[in-house]
């Protein structure tokens, strides 16, 4: 998928500067990327490191959506605010942002794209082909997922978040075709077919297999009680804790699930997180959110089907596939 097809050649100053990947991934995969268009909505510490790992790798394009003015706060896990509140006063976090990613790479159009996720609409993404989104309430999430589902053109569907030492990734790329090949044979086609993040996520739990990661459902009952509470994304903290708590109790006396798949201990370490991001995380999840979008870009390699999750506490990375529910 991505980028328009690849007939296009590359330059001569492309070709030398992008000389290592292309011996790993190809010209062919190369192009592909110099063609791709890619939106962000949500600046923080996760989505910055993607940003920086697509910008270097040569995407066509990368647009920022987050009007939100830089505070101390995004100081912590975002490198690309410098420290000098003469450079980010009374600034956005897309404009500081996208003037720092032009100079990691200068044959990549960088821009800001000014407005609220949660009001985009259908028409402004046929621009793109990749959409990330980050730090947003799940109804927004579920808007902008059910518009790219819309258009007549495929777009890639990406939600990221960081929680404290935790993090989750989704990915939606709808009917996917990519190619895999070992070493001394022939490529092989692929084919995938993604749920929607509602039917991802509207799954009854005593369907899931018992070792579904226990992030999984603890996502689910934060979303929900932000949802219920009119909160914005991340905007619950500590405090919230017993009726987080009472949720959880009715959510899963409602799903059949026991209450210890969601332990209180982890409620306890995401919920105080809000929009703090720890670095060493971020850095994980937006390096693997930059390989799964190079890899769905160039139709090359098995992509994320179609949770990840990550916990620093035992270092380890689980993939997820939650399908839809049964329609019979």
């Not at 980050?134 to 109804?139: E, L, N, P, R, Y």
Request: glycine share 8%; net charge negative.
């Amino acid at each position: 998928m991505g980028g328009g097809g690849a007939e296009e050649e590359l330059t001569a100053q492309e070709t030398a500067l992008y000389d290592r990947q292309i011996r790993v991934w190809g010209v062919d995969a190369q192009k592909r990327l110099s063609k791709a268009h890619v939106l962000v909505c949500g600046i923080n510490g996760t989505t910055t490191e993607f940003c920086k790992n697509i910008v270097l790798a040569g995407v066509g394009s990368l647009s920022l959506m987050d009007d939100h003015l830089v505070t101390e706060d995004d100081l912590y896990a975002n490198f690309l605010i410098p420290h000098d509140e003469s450079i980010y006063g009374g600034r956005s976090r897309a404009e500081v942002c996208c003037e720092s990613l032009k100079d990691f790479n200068p044959m990549v159009r960088v821009a800001v794209e000014k407005g609220d996720p949660s009001q985009i609409n259908g028409e402004l993404l046929e621009k793109f082909d990749i959409i990330v989104v980050s730090c947003a309430s799940i109804k927004t999430k579920l808007l902008i997922n059910d518009h790219c589902r819309k258009r007549s053109k495929h777009i890639a569907f990406y939600t990221i978040e960081c929680k404290d030492s935790c993090g989750e990734i989704f990915v939606d790329l709808q009917n996917h075709t990519y190619a895999i090949q070992k070493v001394g044979d022939e490529p092989k086609q692929k084919e995938l077919t993604y749920p929607s993040l509602q039917d991802a996520i509207s799954v009854p739990w005593k369907n899931l297999p018992r070792k579904t990661t226990k992030l999984y459902f603890a996502m689910r009952v934060l979303e929900n009680y932000e949802l219920s509470e009119g909160r914005s994304a991340c905007e619950a903290s500590l405090s919230d804790l017993p009726a987080v708590l009472a949720l959880r109790k009715d959510m899963c006396d409602k799903m059949s699930l026991s209450e210890s798949q969601i332990p209180t201990a982890l409620l306890e370490r995401l919920l105080p997180a809000g929009m703090k991001q720890h670095p060493p995380v971020s850095a994980i999840l937006g390096g693997i959110l930059g390989q799964e979008v190079i890899k769905s870009i160039s139709g090359k390699g098995d992509p994320i089907k179609n949770f990840f999750y990550y916990d620093a506490t035992d270092g380890k990375g689980i993939m997820e596939d939650i399908p839809p529910s049964s329609s019979d």
